[in-house]
């Protein structure tokens, strides 16, 4: 769980300060960045940030006044605290240690602008590519250089120097720093130091630490402060293997958004504190996003009224009146959750026939996701019709079911393209449902998919959810499975004696840290591993239509973890969905806005 955040300014804000990359752009970057978290305080409640970095109080300084936040020294926007200016000038101030060098510091500030008259004196002796003074960073002596001469160069500027200020790095009060191409005298506290002195001033354990560097000649001893640790895609080589070497993470960085996209990946390990069923969990649905991975198929259904008997067959007559088609088994799954207001992806095998065209077109109309949806010659996308009839005179009812179903097994090819796709798109992931409708043995859902999902997912720290109509024993590792009585006493391999004991058993057995029994009339039972297990209620008013009401519950028992609720709070709010989808005929989905009703009637 994350409490606090520090990053390196530059690097993962914007883009590196580079000769070729201006500055200004780079500050521009940087303030879109912090806009954008501006816009999104109320995802990091509670959560202090701080940009990390010996060199940036001048652009941090600028940038929150760009991006019209308070500042320099400390700001809040919302519920977030900003402490922009780690690592520099400022934290002297409040740091005791250097309390007594404070006029050496000032004056070593005013001598480092001076030093700019003598750029051609130094100019002269070595080989520059260009004399690079940074006039407005504090606390910091700046010049890059060709070959590898730092400490001859440093010999040198030395001669120039204030004897206060020999003395103060003597006195290890300022300190060099020699890397590829330049050479740096700053304060001798690091940005870990920064980061441990912060942590301590409000109270928060090294494990509750983001750190995200860019560089691995200076931001080593930051990310070694922190129990998590995190860098974008554009930072050194070094860097990023010591950051994944240490189960830290790499995010992608966009430049301007660089900054978000890392906390998008962040957000999996912030603590919610305090959500209960409330409107703040359902404003937190539309900012989640689910990945749903399974055999989707077309249900169809043909409804009309049958009063006389064929002219042909003594069969009865069915005049059709109305045809609707919806994505079904796992699509049924993703259209529950997007209708829930989650960015939706889903993920499965199809093949080339008018079925998945339709198919495709279903989920885009419903602005689901359909790049994981992989075409595989010789496969068929499975369609499910009834003849439903009634529904003037006398209740609707299926007459007749008639089925396509794809009997070819998925190829390897296909199912490597879809763990190419769930790794393309894991860091940005909330959570993973699998939805294993397969009854013939050709699915998509096999032992060897779900351990490389299992691997990913527990890598990424991404809640994992599984429902299967028979493979309940391959779902090992996950966060949780929902079967219903008969697959729990099924997997179980006896009769329910006691539902306690049952789900312990299958608990320890496939290793996962909880189950949702789902249990009709009687309602639900939630049982976890650290033995907090709890009854459900049925909430259900009018029951019309028991079909789609598992897809109703694994996603919003799915959407309420991802937004932090316990798994009691997830399931009851799941067991509210159900009562909402059995009152409904056919397949249907629940929006928040009945279940918002809903929970508003039920908890008066």
Not at 470 to 489: G, L, M, Q, V, W
Request: proline letters at 3%; charged letters at 25%.
């Amino acid at each position: 769980m994350i409490k606090m955040i520090f990053c390196d300014i530059d690097g993962c804000m914007g883009k590196f300060l580079k000769p070729e990359y201006p500055l200004k752009q780079s500050l521009d970057e940087n303030i879109s960045s912090l806009k954008s978290i501006k816009d999104k305080t109320d995802e990091f409640k509670g959560v202090l940030f701080g940009v990390a970095t010996a060199r940036s109080f001048y652009q941090a300084d600028h940038i929150m006044k760009q991006a019209n936040c308070q500042g320099p020294s400390i700001f809040e926007m919302g519920n977030v605290v900003f402490e922009p200016n780690i690592g520099t000038y400022n934290l002297f101030e409040k740091h005791k240690k250097f309390k007594e060098n404070l006029e050496d510091i000032k004056f070593f500030i005013i001598w480092k602008r001076e030093m700019a008259e003598r750029e051609s004196e130094i100019k002269n002796r070595f080989p520059f590519s260009g004399v690079r003074q940074m006039k407005d960073r504090q606390c910091m002596l700046t010049y890059e250089f060709n070959s590898d001469i730092g400490k001859e160069l440093y010999n040198f500027i030395k001669t120039l120097m204030p004897q206060s200020i020999i003395q103060a790095i003597e006195n290890k009060i300022l300190r060099v720093s020699f890397s590829k191409n330049a050479i740096d005298i700053l304060p001798n506290l690091n940005k870990g130091d920064a980061v441990v002195f912060l942590a301590e001033k409000y109270g928060v354990s090294k494990n509750e630490v983001l750190c995200i560097g860019d560089s691995s000649h200076s931001d080593l001893d930051l990310l070694n402060a922190a129990g998590i640790k995190a860098c974008p895609d554009n930072a050194d080589e070094a860097l990023k293997e010591f950051v994944l070497s240490n189960n830290g993470f790499v995010a992608p960085n966009s430049y301007s958004q660089g900054l978000l996209n890392i906390l998008e990946v962040a957000k999996r390990f912030i603590e919610f504190s305090n959500l209960k069923l409330e409107e703040d969990i359902f404003q937190n649905f539309n900012k989640k996003k689910i990945l749903v991975i399974g055999d989707s198929c077309i249900d169809e259904f043909l409804e009309g009224d049958a009063n006389s008997v064929s002219p042909e067959a003594p069969i009865l007559r069915v005049l059709i009146d109305k045809i609707k088609i919806n994505p079904g088994a796992a699509g049924n799954v993703a259209l529950n959750v997007r209708a829930l207001g989650a960015e939706t992806y889903v993920a499965g095998i199809i093949g080339i026939d008018e079925s998945s065209k339709q198919l495709i077109k279903l989920f885009q109309d419903k602005g689901i996701n359909v790049e994981g949806m992989i075409v595989q010659e010789n496969r068929v996308t499975s369609k499910f019709s009834r003849i439903v009839v009634g529904g003037k005179q006398y209740n609707k009812q299926s007459a007749i079911r008639f089925d396509i179903e794809n009997k070819e097994n998925v190829s390897g090819d296909s199912l490597k393209k879809i763990i190419d796709f769930i790794n393309r798109k894991k860091n940005f992931l909330d959570a993973i449902i699998v939805a294993d409708y397969d009854e013939v043995g050709s699915g998509l859902v096999k032992k060897e998919l779900l351990n490389e999902i299992v691997q990913i997912a527990t890598e990424n720290n991404i809640p994992i959810i599984g429902d299967s109509r028979k493979n309940f024993h391959y779902f090992n590792n996950f966060t949780c499975i929902t079967p219903n009585r008969f697959e729990a006493e099924a997997l179980y391999g006896k009769k329910i004696e006691s539902f306690n004991e049952m789900s312990n058993d299958i608990i320890n057995r496939l290793k996962l840290d909880s189950i949702l029994i789902k249990k009709d009339k009687d309602g639900m039972g939630i049982f976890s591993r650290d033995g907090k297990n709890s009854s459900i209620p049925a909430f259900a008013k009018e029951v019309i239509d028991v079909n789609g009401a598992g897809d109703s519950v694994i996603s919003t028992f799915t959407l309420g973890l991802s937004c932090g609720l316990d798994y009691h709070e997830a399931a009851k709010l799941a067991s509210y969905a159900a009562a909402i989808a059995v009152s409904k005929p056919g397949l249907s989905v629940v929006t928040i806005k009945e279940l918002k009703e809903f929970i508003k009637e039920n908890e008066r």
